[in-house]
């Protein structure tokens, strides 16, 4: 019903930006709270940001804080991660989620496949 689709990643120096994009489809993206959640090897997967539907509520992962900016523009359907500072660390596959048929918090029914973003020191 929702397809997610993320873009963007790739291999940056530590101390550099990135900005990943995630395009939703298939239903109203203005009803889908987005989030960005990231899987380093040998790691558990965890969520780094987190928006509502209309962008006035983010949350974000403690070691991200500050550093990392999520946001939305619903005109496009899209939900970015704008990652500053970047540390070898954060290297993971991040995946973008969509929540459609829920309002529990961290609770995402579609997710995408994925995109690397790789940090060197």
């Known amino acids: 019903q929702v397809q997610v689709v993320e873009s963007g990643g790739g291999v940056v120096q530590a101390g550099g930006s990135l900005r990943l994009s995630c395009t939703a489809s298939g239903r109203s993206f203005s009803n889908m709270a987005m989030a960005w959640s990231r899987q380093a090897p040998g790691k558990e997967r965890e969520f780094v940001a987190t928006i509502s539907r209309n962008g006035g509520y983010t949350f974000y992962e403690d070691s991200v804080k500050g550093r990392f900016t999520i946001s939305r523009d619903n005109a496009k359907s899209t939900v970015y991660l704008q990652m500053d500072s970047l540390k070898p660390e954060d290297t993971a596959v991040y995946y973008c989620?969509?929540?459609?048929?829920?309002?529990?918090?961290?609770?995402?029914?579609?997710w995408g496949q994925g995109t690397q973003v790789t940090v060197s020191s």
């Open positions: 989620a969509a929540q459609v048929f829920t309002t529990t918090p961290f609770d995402y029914d579609f």
